[in-house]
Each structure stands twice: as C-alpha cells, then as structure tokens.
C-alpha cells in the first residue's frame, strides 16, 4: 500500500510510535510517506520505501499564528495525489485528523473520479485526557474522531475514557503500543554502565519529556530515599519543563552526584539495556512506551497504577505498580529489587518475556495492515 504518515516528529511517544511503524510497514513492502514539519527524530532516513515530505508553513505579518493545519492539508493533498496514497494513517488527533479532513474532503471536491483518501486517527493520550478534554478543543477533537473513516487507541484505558469523555459512537480499535524486540534487547554485560554511573551504583533510569504528567521530581525524591538503602545512580533522560525543577531538587536534597541529566537521547535503546530498574512515576500514562522499551531489555519497571499501564505491567511479576505520588512506596520496591539480585533477575526476565509475547513488532504490525485493509475496503 502507499501509506502517508501524519505524526510530531519530535520527542514524544506519539511521534516515536508513528516512526517505528512507518520503518517497519516499510520493511513489510509498504511505501511510506511521512508528512510533517521536520524529519522525525528516530527514522532512519536510510530505510528504503520511506519518504518524507516537509510541511512548509508560510508566514506573513498578517499572520500572528501561522496556520501549520492548512499548509499540512494541503501538502497532504498534495503528496495524496502525486504518490497516489491509499490512505493517511494521522498519529495524534490535534490538529491532524482536522488536516486529514481536509485533504479528503478537497481530493473529493477536486478530483471526483479519484478514489476516495481514508484517514485514520491513532489516539495517543494526551490528545484525549489533556488537550483534547480543554474546553477551547474539545468540539473540534470530538468531531475529527466522528469524522475519521477508522480509529485506533494505543490501549484499552484509553479507547473507555474517549468514549467516556467525548460519547462518541465511533467503533474504536485498540491496537496497543509495540516495541522492536530485536533492536531493545538485553545486554547482560551492561557494557556502557561504567561511563554512565560510578562502580558498584545500581542503574536507575527515567526516560520521558518531563512534562509534569510524567512527575519526574517524584525520581529525585524516590533515589534520596534509595541511596540511604543501597549504592545507586539515577539517569535522566529527555528534556522539558520539569527538568530545571527537578535539578534544582535533586541540590536541595543534596544527591546531585547521584543523579546525571542526559537530556534528550536518540538511542535510548543502547542506554536502557545498562539499567537495573525503570522509574515510571505518572500521574497519567495511556499507555506508557517507556516502560514497553525498558521491558524489552529486561529492565522490570517500578511505575504507577495509572491509566494503561496495569494493561502492560503485571504487579509482582514483571514490574511494579505503586499508587501515584506514593514515593515511599516506590522507593521501597526499587530496594527491594536491588536488594535481592534473584528476584531483580526474576522479574528482568518475565519483563523481557512479556514484551516478547504480547506487544513484539511481529504481533501488531500485522493488525494494522489488517485495519488498513478493512478500512480501505
Ligand atoms: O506523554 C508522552 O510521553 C507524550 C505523549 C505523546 O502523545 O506523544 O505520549 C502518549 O503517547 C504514548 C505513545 O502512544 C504513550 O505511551 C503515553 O502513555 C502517552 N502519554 C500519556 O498518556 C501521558
């Protein structure tokens, strides 16, 4: 099929999750053409049958905001029409599934005879529960999902809150996050773990936009309570509002030597095999991808009992889920694991097993082709 793709290319799951489905639909024979306002950050532009198309945005004095949603309809119109695209498969409803709208309704309008340009919505999360919910977007998000020809949601959290906060009818598909277990697998050598922490500190590691849904200072509190228990070293990986914060706690709680701020990584596959455990500690997560990544590498999660993620960890086999805000709580699974390198080891493995056979590329990528088949009729 020719596929275009719709997605923020920057650092956030949603764009993450677009990328790896893109390369992979790619591998399977797909053409894939990406449509956004920068290369997304993890493709790998060498991968053949991808594409990508960048949405320029024309600014005039008039403009105070540009309009980035109609430069995006039209390039999708555009690329839909020049590469004879079957479909727009748009991660994240705001603004893309408006975009994709539009595309369709002026293919149609320009060009009867063409066949018809489904779009599908993939709801992400925050699209739904946060900037979806606000007043000022919630009647244009509602009506892009009624619109949308298919939708799918990363998790079945998520698919029951848009029902419950938007009541729309629409037929919902759950296809839930996947991870490429061949590229995020476990390096029992721990090869990089000397540059990254001092002898003998056990690993733990934060990986998210830190945003304050992702409540990273809750990881600086949650290793000053470790570190009194048991040699550690805490990584932070990403960038965003809560990082300056949670440096500046991490002074005042005088662990700042116990903690390294690595900002945004575009390999965190070589950075997760290294760890011991995954800190995770969301106030909201509709999935939680993080957590997938580290799984794969065997790296068992010490994350909240919040939205999807019970969908993904189970409690006391493969990770655990503690209530959110409950940094005592937390902490003490983190020690309890680094204190017993047999149950570490344990539950390392069960994670690394759960990623392998329920969420493994092989298993999802298919239900997608197989929804863009029905979609497309
Ligand atoms: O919260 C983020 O990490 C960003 C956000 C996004 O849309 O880019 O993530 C959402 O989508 C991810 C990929 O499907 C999910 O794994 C995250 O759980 C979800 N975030 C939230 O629900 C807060």
Redesign the pocket.
């Known amino acids: 099929m020719n596929i275009g793709i719709t997605c923020?290319p920057t650092y956030?799951?949603?764009?993450?999750?677009a990328t790896e489905l893109g390369m992979e639909l790619a591998y399977r024979g797909h053409e894939i053409h990406f449509i956004s306002y920068a290369n997304p950050i993890r493709l790998d532009s060498g991968t053949p049958r991808i594409h990508y198309h960048e949405v320029e945005v024309t600014t005039y004095p008039l403009f105070e905001y540009p309009p980035y949603c109609l430069a995006l309809a039209s390039q999708m119109a555009e690329v839909a029409e020049s590469y004879k695209l079957d479909l727009l498969h748009v991660h994240?409803a705001i603004p893309h599934s408006i975009a994709a709208l539009l595309a369709r309704d002026m293919m149609v309008s320009q060009m009867p005879s063409r066949r018809r340009l489904p779009f599908i919505t993939t709801l992400?999360?925050?699209?739904i529960?946060l900037v979806g919910a606000d007043r000022s977007y919630f009647p244009i998000t509602k009506f892009s999902i009624e619109k949308s020809d298919g939708v799918t949601s990363?998790s079945d959290y998520l698919r029951a809150r848009t029902i419950e906060v938007f009541g729309v009818e629409k037929d919902i598909r759950v296809i839930k996050?996947f991870v490429n277990c061949e590229l995020y697998r476990p390096e029992p050598e721990r090869k990089l773990a000397s540059k990254l922490a001092p002898p003998g500190a056990a690993i733990l590691m934060h990986v998210?936009?830190f945003?304050p849904?992702?409540r990273p200072l809750d990881c600086v509190r949650i290793l000053q309570q470790v570190i009194q228990e048991t040699p550690a070293h805490l990584l932070m990986v990403g960038d965003g509002p809560e990082r300056g914060p949670a440096e500046r706690l991490a002074r005042e709680l005088g662990v700042e030597n116990n903690v390294s701020f690595l900002g945004k990584q575009a390999h965190v596959e070589r950075l997760f095999p290294n760890a011991h455990v995954l800190l995770l500690p969301?106030e909201?997560?509709?999935?939680?991808?993080a957590a997938l990544e580290g799984m794969a590498c065997g790296v068992p999660p010490v994350a909240t009992r919040a939205?999807?993620l019970p969908e993904l960890v189970t409690h006391g086999t493969d990770g655990f889920l503690e209530d959110v805000g409950d940094v005592n709580a937390q902490a003490a699974r983190v020690v309890s694991l680094l204190k017993d390198r047999d149950l570490l080891a344990k539950m390392g493995a069960a994670a690394r097993l759960t990623a392998l056979t329920r969420f493994c590329t092989s298993l999802i990528i298919p239900a997608y082709e197989e929804y863009y088949r029905e979609i497309c009729g």
């Open positions: 923020y956030g799951g949603s764009g993450i999750v994240y992400h999360g925050t699209d529960t990363i996050n998210s936009n945003r849904v992702k969301s909201l997560e509709s999935f939680g991808l939205g999807g």
